[in-house]
Structures are given as C-alpha cells and as structure tokens.
C-alpha cells in the first residue's frame, strides 16, 4: 500500500504553498488510475469524477491566489464519497443496477459543506447495494478488495471509501454507517472510522437504507483529520428534520495526548464466545497497554446487548422496506415494461433489486405486515430501549466503552455470502450504537499473524464524540510509541 499522507499535513501544505490544489487533485488521480483501473484493480470507486475535480482544484488555486486568507479548512484536500451521497448532475447508483442511470439532481448537505470547505470531491466509491452489506459483496458493479490482502474482503458497507484511504488514493473520504458500514471497514482495513451521534450530520441527499439508523462519518489516516472533517460537516440543516439544532465545538481542542484518569468500559461477558483468538489477543493486548497509561478500565454490563443484532435486522429491515417502495419504475429510476401496472413493479423491481435487497424487503415486509408487527418490529424496538438504557447506565460509571469492531478480521470473498446468518454476525460488535443512537469510533490495534488489521472501537455518550476523539487520538500514541 501507498504511505498515507494525512489530511492536515496535506492541508497545510497547500496552505504554505507547497504545492497547489491542482497538484493534490492530478496526484489522487494518478494514484487512482494506478491502483483501481489498472492491473489487479481494487475497485474502490464506482466512479472517478475527474474533469470536476480538475475544474474545482483549478477555481481554488484561483481564488487562493487572490486572496489566501479565504482558504477553508480542507481547503485543495481530494475526498471520496459512498456512492449513495449524491451529487449534483453525478450519477449516483447506490451499489445498485436500479439506479444504474439515476443522475442526482441537488448535492447533499455535506457534500455543500465539504466545498465550502474547500474541499475537491474526487470521486464516488463502491458500496454494498443500498448499503445493505458487511463485505461490498453485494454491489452490483463488483466488490472492492482489501488492499492489504486482495483476495479478502476490505468490510462493508463502505468498503470502497474504506479502500480509498487504507490503498492512499485519498487521505479522507465519507461513508455511512447503519449498523457497523464505517466502523466495519475501517477496522479491517487499519485505519479509522467515526460513526458520529444520530442526527449530528445531516441525511439530506444520503439515499436511505434505515432512516433512524443512518449516519455519514469520515474515514480517516487519523483522530485528528476525522475530527477536522466531523467539523465541517456537522450541523444542523434545514432540509433534514433529524438533524440536532447543537453547537459543533472544536473537537481537537479535546484532545490531551493521554488516557490518564479516564474510565474505560469494558463489557467482557460480550467477548466470551464467537471472537477470532487473534482478535481478542488483540484486543486483550489493547487494554493492557491503556491501563500502563494510566486509563481505569471498568468491567461493565450491557445485558442486552446479545439481542443487538436480532432487533437490528428487524428494525433496519422494516425501514428498508418503507424506503425502497420509491423504486417501482414510475418516478425515478429503472423501469422494465410489463403488461400491466403489477407486472411492471415485479419486472422493474426484480431485475433492479439483488438478491439480499430483495431478502431485506421481504423479511421487513413481513415484520411490518398485520399479525407480525407487534411480535417481530414493537418487540425490536422495545428492546432498542433496553440498549439504550443499558448504555444510559454505563455511561453513569465510565467515560467511554470499550470492544472489538468486528470479531473476525477480513474474510476471503466467497466465505459467507451463502450464509446470511453468519455474514450479519460480522456487525455483532457495531450495531448497538446504531441502535442507541450513540457515537463510535473505530481505530487499529494489531494485526494478525498474516498481517490482517485487527480494530477495536470507543463507544460515547450521544454528543460526546470529543471524548472518543480524544481517546482514539491518546490510542493512536499509545500504539505509534509501542
């Protein structure tokens, strides 16, 4: 892999002079066309969006020239997004062959706060269809490969934007995260993932999977460049109606260097069973090195946590099949002639949809369906709350909470796509802070004896992403010293 370069470093760069967004934008580029279109490609992008970005880097080089204290904070930073944000006059597939053709008619909100930044939006990275995936398997155009061992899964759903960073072609990039998709990948491929606090970035212009689950967070070389692009695109925003009305505070300014007197969490029954050796060696190996800093570390409970993955994919399901009804081939979209008008929304949505949308909708059709709502989809959500409150109690003793990202590290392509039940295992650690609602982080820490990333994520209170921002970068010294 490319030496990773961060953002702050390439920032200020361009800020001295050094070189000039032109040169930031032509070197993401070339180092794209030589790692994802050539040779054993990784496929981290579904699309490169070269001429616009050329065209940005250029007005920026202009305006900078004019008056350099204009300059933004990513200001002639390259940055990748998941195909499922759009922008304008792009196309924007979603990992999906129904929106094949689908050119976006307005910019999501981050994507008007990353320019006004002054950031250089590259290009649109692979993803598992609607976002519904752990390995971008289910991508219609074909996954993306881990950089580290290409014949291994780089995680999902944001596997591309993962890719991206871990391979060099960007410092930065964007994904979401409905119950693991940022977090996930970053962990296996050795980098960092923020899932910040719901509704702390807008959703506005994010195609939907799960909408009370659904966040945008940065991947990121490091703590510090997440915690500059959480900055620039938090906030509220008019056009999305789950979008706190909350300061964004400096994140940064958190940061001390160190662990010391901070209370760290850790939900050690959780670890008994279904967790890779290595990863929990790992892990294990984690902890000790915290508590040498000088960091508590605190067993704690989450009782409900076991029933995480149940409620989730009843849940996130149920959602999924209210939000994919727009895809019946009349408003927008691919459209499949057919007889009649049923004939028509069976064509269309047959050949759009791959195989586990299609499980999706089903099963949160079938959730949501009389006879079945209050047993299946108020039971999930029932005991949402539940997991809610558990953490509501942990956070009464401790700063943060501690556990593995994933339990396994990447697998190879192939190994669990005929089991669903396994695959969806690979979010077991992930997905109740979707449910929660809480910020999470993930960061590496160790590989494998074949040199897999192996990560472990810091859970916050709901708005505390400076707590855990924090934490990660104290982490990241920690590891960079040992």
């Known amino acids: 892999m490319a030496a990773r370069e961060t953002t702050i470093a390439l920032r200020d760069s361009i800020a001295r002079g050094e070189r000039t967004a032109t040169d930031a934008c032509n070197a993401a580029l070339a180092t794209i066309d030589a790692l994802d279109a050539s040779g054993p490609a990784l496929h981290a992008f579904q699309l490169v969006l070269a001429d616009r970005a050329r065209a940005k880097a250029a ?17 002639g930073v390259p940055i990748a997004l998941k195909d499922n944000i759009v922008v304008s006059g792009t196309i924007a597939t979603a990992g999906s062959k129904m929106l094949e ?11 008007e706060r990353l320019e006004a930044a002054g950031a250089v939006i590259i290009g649109k990275t692979t993803c598992d269809e609607f976002a519904m995936g752990s390995s971008t398997e289910n991508s219609a155009y074909g996954p993306s490969k881990n950089p580290v061992d290409p014949s291994r899964i780089p995680g999902g759903s944001s596997g591309g934007s993962a890719v991206a960073v871990a391979a060099g072609m960007t410092t930065v990039a964007l994904g979401s995260d409905t119950g693991g998709s940022i977090r996930q ?18 959703r506005y212009g994010l195609i939907a999977y799960g909408s009370s689950l659904d966040q945008i967070g940065p991947f990121a070389g490091n703590a510090r460049d997440a915690a500059l692009v959480l900055e620039v695109i938090a906030g509220h925003d008019p056009h999305d109606s789950t979008s706190a009305r909350r300061p964004v505070p ?3 300014a958190a940061f001390t260097g160190s662990v010391a007197d901070m209370r760290i969490g850790v939900p050690s029954r959780l670890l008994e069973q279904g967790v890779d050796p290595e990863v929990l060696s790992a892990f294990r190996d984690a902890i000790a090195s915290l508590t040498t800093q000088g960091a508590t570390i605190v067993d ?3 009782p409900h946590s076991r029933h995480a993955i149940s409620a989730y994919y009843l849940i996130a399901t149920a959602e999924a099949s209210a939000n994919l009804a727009r895809f019946d081939g009349v408003r927008f979209g691919a459209r499949v002639s057919g007889g009649s008008l049923t004939e028509m929304y069976d064509a269309t949505r047959g050949r759009g949809f791959g195989a586990e949308v299609k499980r999706r909708i089903m099963l949160g059709t079938y959730v949501l369906s009389a006879g079945y709502y209050d047993a299946y989809y108020l039971k999930a959500q029932q005991v949402r709350t539940l997991i809610q409150r558990d953490f509501t109690a942990a956070f009464a003793t401790v700063d943060t909470v501690l556990m593995p990202t994933s339990p396994v590290p990447a697998f190879r392509f192939g190994e669990r796509v005929d089991d669903p039940l396994q695959m969806y295992l690979a979010d077991v650690f992930t997905v109740s802070a979707n449910l929660a609602g809480i910020p999470a982080i993930s960061v590496p820490c160790g590989t494998t004896t074949t040199g897999l990333p192996i990560g472990m994520q810091f859970l916050g209170r709901a708005w ?9 970068d104290a982490w990241e010294r920690i590891a960079a010293r040992a």
């Open 250 to 252: 400096s994140f940064a």
């Open 185 to 202: 990948p970053a962990a296996m491929c050795g980098i960092t993932g923020l899932k910040p606090t719901y509704g702390r970035v807008s």
């Open 464 to 472: 505390d992403e400076a707590t855990i921002l924090c934490a990660a």
């Open 300 to 302: 704690i409970e989450l």
């Open 59 to 75: 007005a920026l080089d202009h305006a900078f020239a004019k008056d350099a204290t204009l300059a933004g904070p990513l200001h």
């Open 101 to 111: 053709h689908f050119v976006s008619p307005y910019d999501a909100t981050v994507v």
